[in-house]
Nanobody, 114 residues
Framework: QVQLVESGGGLVQPGGSLRLSCTVS????????TGWYRQAAGKQRELVAR??????IYADSVKGRFTISRDNPKKTVYLQMNSLKPEDTAVYYC?????????WGQGTQVTVAS
């Protein structure tokens, strides 16, 4: 079964940076597209970025600020977040793309505030 564990969230000031990490098990990691998703309070969960052997795709709201990458031997996917804005505040999750619905983890909280 797919298992995902996110880490790296926290409180950061506007304009700051964070790097999220997600370790994955239960899939052939190097062959499975993976993504970072987020859910802000009162809003639906949305896809932020995804990565596959074909490349990367980003939501318009994070283009140029966020970078998704992965380390296949470590079975870890990362999300480097720069120039953070208050509207980036959310719980961030990783999952396969498309998502494996029984595999959602607890996520990691990112709060951007001064």
């Amino acid at each position: 079964q797919v298992q995902l564990v996110e880490s790296g969230g926290g409180l950061v000031q506007p304009g700051g940076s964070l790097r999220l990490s997600c370790t994955v098990s239960g899939i052939i990691f190097s062959m499975t597209p993976t993504g970072w998703y987020r859910q802000a309070a009162g809003k639906q969960r949305e896809l932020v970025a995804r990565i596959s052997n074909g490349g990367t795709i980003y939501a318009d709201s994070v283009k140029g600020r966020f970078t998704i990458s992965r380390d296949n031997p470590k079975k870890t996917v990362y999300l480097q977040m720069n120039s953070l804005k208050p509207e980036d505040t959310a719980v961030y999750y990783c999952n396969t793309y498309p998502p494996t619905h029984l595999a959602w983890g607890q996520g990691t909280q990112v709060t951007v505030a001064s």
